[in-house]
Every structure is written in structure tokens, then in C-alpha cells.
């Protein structure tokens, strides 16, 4: 499977307060022709998802205002089949329970590299494939 010529065709949201890893992600995705959005904050994201609909979304635990996890509560319903990945430098089992209960596919630890974050992608996406009816 060639993870780019499938997520090509995906929008994705990044949500995080890192301008460093905001920017990092643009200029990954970018140079791999993948339509990326990147937003600092989850309200900021919130109201993105109001006016478009996104197949990925990577977002930060700790924001400023809402949290990641709460971010993810509020849009369990609306994005119910985009593929969720929660980023974070503070992954404890309370974290993981809570996002594996809001049906997050994968919780990357901070530091991470463009390489964590390709496997994760990879196998969510054939995870999803797998999943969804011919």
C-alpha cells in the first residue's frame, strides 16, 4: 500500500498549539501533495469542522482552553468514521483509556518522527479499509 497515494485524497486537521509541529506536519504533508488543515486550538478546529468534513485528524492532548481529549468527546458523533490520532508528551493509563473509549486509532508519544506517524496512518487506514464495505 502506498500510504500517499491514498491519503492524497484525505483532508486532514491538525490541532496542535506547537507552531514548530503545526508547521513541521504542513511542510510534511505538503511535500507529499496531501491536503492538510492546522489550527491552534480545538475551538479553532471546532469551527473548521462546521464548514468542511475531514478523513484524519491528529490532534495535541494539551491545548489551551479545550483539552484534546475533551475535543475529541464534542466530535465523537459528527466524525464518527475520521481516523483520530491523539499526540502527546504526557501518556498515562488514565489518558489512553479515555481515548481508546472515544475510539482514538493510535496515541503517539512526543517526541515523535515522520516515521511513528506513517505506521500509525498506514495501519489505520488498512484497519479502516477493512471495516468498510465494498
Known sequence: MDLY?????IEILVVDDDEWIRDSLC????NESCPLS???????AIELLNLK?????IVDYRLPGMDGLTFLKHIQKSCANTIKI???AYSTDETVSR?????VGDIINKPFTAEALERSL???LVKQQ????E
Open 122 to 124: 498506514s495501519r489505520l
Open 27 to 30: 511542510l510534511f504533508f505538503e
Open 53 to 57: 468534513s475531514f478523513g484524519i485528524i
Open 99 to 103: 481515548a481508546k473509549a472515544l475510539d
Open 130 to 133: 477493512a471495516k468498510s464495505p
Open 38 to 44: 492546522a489550527v491552534e486550538t480545538a475551538e479553532e
Open 86 to 88: 491523539l499526540i502527546t
Open 5 to 9: 497515494s491514498i491519503i492524497n485524497e
